[in-house]
């Protein structure tokens, strides 16, 4: 079984090329430029220097969110695209699943935070449980969520165990997290602290034997909140009401 998997949920475009348990291609860049610019270049890298057939695919992986609205967008309409022009399904991957299986296989809870701006985080809380012989599952503690940097560190205060951070928004709120956590506590090194399409397309071949897939058609990426033009759009639309009113 042959994944093409692609993330542009932050900062960082990542796009892979998985095939029964071997990453045959990793193409990641984190570098200032918008996902429009780099995503089909690197995915064209990919399979020139692999030289595989696209109609060899047998699904398409992506990111589904919460995450960068117009990174998502990029993200989604580059999946659909190729979905409908193949005729393959698309395995949604919840952003902050996606960045945990980075560190598949630890005794720790994991902690991703993405920067949502405003004091906010995107973030979750995730472990790793044993299955037999097939490895380990990863089991979502707390859903993914929208909530200030308080909110999910003293979360983390009530854990039974250590925990690991990862992602942008860890430099964001270093200082926080030394300031506000009570339990051990560490950092995921560089190699594994940021999305990686490798890992989204290992956790996706899991979903794909759970049937956790969607048509090109039905699939659509979840942004957790509004984007910042729709929140300043509605806080005028109530402040012109409140006017209004009096």
């Not at 047998?58 to 005729?87: C, E, H, N, Y």
């Not at 999910?152 to 165990?161: A, M």
């Amino acid at each position: 079984m042959k994944i093409l998997a692609i993330d542009s949920s932050g900062l960082t475009a990542s796009v892979a090329l998985w095939e029964d348990d071997l990453t045959l291609a990793e193409f990641l860049i984190h570098a200032k430029k918008t996902h429009s610019q780099t995503l089909l270049p690197m995915l064209e890298a990919v399979r020139e220097k692999t030289e595989f057939d696209m109609e060899e695919i047998d699904a398409i992986a992506v990111t589904s969110g919460p995450g960068s609205f117009t990174g998502l967008r990029i993200g989604s309409a580059t999946a659909k695209g190729f979905g409908f022009a193949l005729d393959r399904p698309i395995i949604p991957v919840p952003t902050l699943e996606g960045l945990s299986y980075n560190l598949y296989g630890t005794d720790q809870i994991v902690c991703p935070l993405m920067d949502a701006r405003r004091n906010q985080v995107y973030t979750g809380l995730y472990e790793f449980v044993r299955n037999g012989v097939k490895g380990y599952d990863i089991n979502v503690i707390k859903e993914q969520c929208a909530v200030p940097i308080e909110e999910i560190l003293d979360c983390c205060n009530k854990l039974d165990r250590g925990v690991i951070f990862l992602g942008d928004g860890v430099p964001v709120f270093r200082e926080q997290i030394a300031g506000r956590v009570k339990i051990p506590y560490s950092f995921a090194p560089a190699h594994m602290n940021r999305q990686r399409a490798a890992a989204v397309a290992a956790l996706a071949a899991k979903y794909y034997e759970q049937g956790k897939m969607q048509s090109a058609a039905e699939y659509a990426p979840g942004y957790l909140r509004l984007s910042q033009a729709e929140r300043e759009r509605k806080e005028k639309e109530e402040a012109n009401a409140a006017k209004r009113a009096d």
